[in-house]
């Protein structure tokens, strides 16, 4: 028999969707289908977790394995699922509220740990199934129903929070770039350890237009670079615009100004084990600097579910018991008479 050849709508279950109308959950949803098509990983070899939220709703509409698991608990639930069935590709959909407040101490330690699983990280900035409180995303100063005045504290940045937590595999993408956006996805599975997607999302009931700034037609080409592994760091909408070194820090320079070339600009190397460009470029926040978009990290190493398969295995060669009886008889017993 050959290949089958799977057609995003083979991950499509037959619920239907129930998010708010132009809600950005539906972009990803989109692009993830399309992304699992890209894989050609068999639905049945699938498990999407999640935790509670909006964007928790998400594995009713795959056909695939799922589990709706509880508030904040997602990654350790989907890090059980891939320990012990390391063959299956594991998903977790989170949002800024779910993955980063009640559920950030079990995002560091998958991120630290390793585990092969791909989160994908929906950021609006905004608490928006509880009906519009602010987030651990939220900016300094945001009005909201539990911050009538404003807040007062700064808002955790997902890309920092990740390569601080020693992430391998970060990138990011915005809810309607349909056609990036399975790509970056399918990239993010074939990665051997944790990878983290930040979705830049729009909430159209409590958040609407946060993101307007550097997404809306207009402007995005010039308030952000999508960075591709191994090209220079151009951007802009004549692609006339680059990012280059300025002593420890970066600047965007017009190429053919003030002295630069196109030889002054930056290559995007993802696979640099050294976290601090990475960092610097997923800082960029679309003011002096645009918002980098695609693959911001990608670096090997070993991963947590996998090192533990290796290590069941070389325990079991040494202690090769194979039934229950035989594991209870193995050590220091005696007979009672």
């Given at each position: ?47 999407v977790i ?117 992430g391998r ?66 951007f802009g ?101």
């Amino acid at each position: 028999m050959g290949q089958i050849t799977y057609q995003p709508k083979d991950y499509k279950s037959s619920q239907l969707v129930r998010w708010c109308p132009g809600c950005g959950d539906y972009g990803v949803l989109n692009s993830l289908h399309k992304a699992m098509a890209e894989l050609g990983i068999a639905p049945h070899n699938i498990a999407v977790i999640s935790g509670i939220g909006c964007s928790s709703r998400l594995p009713y509409y795959m056909n695939t394995y799922g589990f709706h698991t509880i508030h904040g608990r997602g990654a350790a639930i989907a890090t059980g699922v891939k320990v012990a069935n390391p063959n299956l590709s594991v998903w977790l959909s989170t949002g800024d509220g779910d993955c980063l407040a009640i559920g950030g101490n079990h995002f560091i330690h998958a991120v630290r740990r390793n585990v092969d699983i791909n989160i994908l990280l929906m950021n609006n900035k905004i608490y928006g199934l509880t009906k519009g409180q602010y987030s651990p995303t939220s900016d300094r100063g945001f009005v909201s129903k539990s911050s009538p005045f404003g807040t007062v504290e700064d808002p955790f940045r997902p890309a920092e929070l990740t390569i601080g937590a020693r992430g391998r595999f970060f990138a990011r993408i915005i809810d309607t770039d349909i056609k990036n956006s399975p790509d970056i996805m399918a990239a993010a599975a074939r990665h051997k350890g944790t990878s983290v997607v930040e979705v830049i999302l729009n909430c159209v009931i409590f958040n609407d237009g946060i993101n307007e700034k550097i997404t809306a037609k207009d402007v995005r080409s010039d308030k952000t670079i999508f960075l591709h592994h191994g090209e220079k760091m151009v951007f802009g909408k004549d692609n006339n615009r680059g990012i280059v070194q300025d002593g420890f820090n970066l600047k965007a320079v017009t190429i053919g100004e003030d002295g630069y070339t196109l030889d002054d600009v930056l290559t995007h190397d993802a696979t640099a084990k050294d976290p601090t460009l990475h960092l610097k470029l997923a800082l960029m926040d679309g003011e002096e600097l645009p918002v980098a978009l695609g693959i911001i990290r990608d670096v090997e190493a070993p991963a947590y579910d996998a090192e533990v398969e290796a290590q069941i295995k070389q325990v079991q060669a040494k202690k090769p018991a194979r039934t229950l009886k035989e594991f209870l008889m193995s050590g220091d017993v005696w007979e009672v008479k």
